[in-house]
């Protein structure tokens, strides 16, 4: 499955999938400025999982119930760019599989997964 990265996701941490082998569109090479409900779209069509720093995306599954093939919330402020990008690596080997069709939210020492 590929990712889709949010334009508000550290570049770093896209830089980090792709050295790990994941394929990943970044929304800030592909379609800069667009909104969320625009790159959820994408991320749809692509058939892709969708990283992103931006709470909004919460809203638009939960209150809105907009069609997803997972969501990834990063929710690692504080750090450097550098320890960001080793979390989500370590996070995303141990739950990838089962982050696909569900919301899921790193934060420093725990990754929540809702189906």
Not at 23 to 40: F, G, H, N, T, Y
Not at 45 to 64: A, H, P, W
Not at 95 to 115: A, D, Q
């Amino acid at each position: 499955m590929k990712i889709v990265a949010d334009e508000s996701v550290d570049y770093e941490i896209v830089t980090s999938l792709r050295k790990n082998d994941y394929i990943v569109l970044a929304i800030d090479e592909l379609m800069k400025s667009a909104d969320d409900e625009r790159v959820l779209n994408f991320a749809l069509q692509e058939n892709s999982m969708l990283i992103t720093e931006d709470k909004d995306f919460g809203e638009l599954v939960y209150r809105l119930k907009k069609a997803h093939l997972g969501i990834v919330l990063i929710r690692l402020s504080g750090l450097d760019s550098k320890s960001k990008s080793e979390i989500v690596i370590k996070s995303f080997k141990e739950n990838f599989e089962i982050m696909k069709n569900s919301f899921s939210v790193i934060s420093p020492n725990l990754t929540r997964i809702k189906k």
